[in-house]
């Protein structure tokens, strides 16, 4: 099985603009969460999608937002970028949610650079 | 609130020697999960090792072992035989036991191994 893939996987936007990051889950995985990893603040959750909705969201400003699709791919988008939106954004999917133990599996993420 | 703590920015073993990387953590569920995550330079996460609350063996992977004290909540990976590939970064992570994805990271701890 293909592994958890994203795009692109590198990313130079200006300050002010939006972009958006596509996440492609493991076939099969219906659960697929993301991160915010920076040197400062670490690996930080942003949210999480089961079937189109999101279950699970983490503090951050509403500039950042997610969606998922009826095939289980996730995008991810910031508006109006700051400097410090400066991350790697990891993306990682999982099969089940009702079971007792889900292993995610992460993507190579996404590295951003604002300018 | 869940909190993920590791004490030690940094670590360094000899190879085939043997080294332990601490964690702990605070959480007022009595049921979840911790995991090791590795994060070798510019490449994807990959899980080590998972603990289940509930059992109190601790868990083994091959050299890969943990110390997992409940009651302290203190959870330490052991590298048995260290080798040149194990030089990543290692996170510790908490996940509670249902209806989430969510992991809730440490700071990670930078292992160099020294040939």
């Known amino acids: 099985k293909a592994g958890v893939t994203q795009t692109p996987r590198y990313l130079i936007k200006t300050r002010g603009q939006q972009v958006t990051l596509s996440c492609s889950p493991i076939?099969?995985?219906?659960?697929v969460s993301w991160y915010q990893q920076t040197p400062g603040q670490g690996l930080q959750f942003l949210f999480e999608y089961f079937s189109e909705t999101q279950r699970n969201k983490g503090n951050f400003p509403g500039r950042f937002s997610g969606r998922q699709f009826s095939n289980s791919r996730s995008e991810m988008n910031v508006s109006t970028l700051e400097l410090g939106d400066s991350a790697l954004y990891l993306c990682?999917?999982?099969?089940?949610?009702?079971?007792?133990?889900?292993?995610?599996?992460f993507g190579p993420g996404t590295r951003l650079t604002v300018l | 609130a869940q909190t993920v703590t590791q004490s030690q920015p940094e670590m360094s073993v000899q190879e085939a020697e043997t080294v332990t990387l601490s964690c702990t953590y605070d959480t007022s569920e009595s049921d979840y999960y911790l995991f090791w995550y590795k994060q070798p330079p510019s490449r994807q996460m990959i899980l080590v090792i998972r603990q289940e609350a509930y059992k109190q063996q601790n868990a083994t992977e091959n050299r890969f072992s943990v110390n997992f004290q409940k009651a302290a909540k203190s959870f330490s990976l052991k590298i048995s035989d260290s080798q040149l590939g194990d030089a990543a970064m290692y996170f510790c992570a908490y996940r509670s036991p249902m209806g989430t994805d969510k992991l809730i990271f440490g700071t990670g701890t930078r292992l160099q191994v020294f040939p």
């Open positions: 990682a999917s999982s099969p089940l949610v009702a079971s007792s133990y889900n292993e995610q599996f």
């Open positions: 076939s099969g995985h219906r659960s």
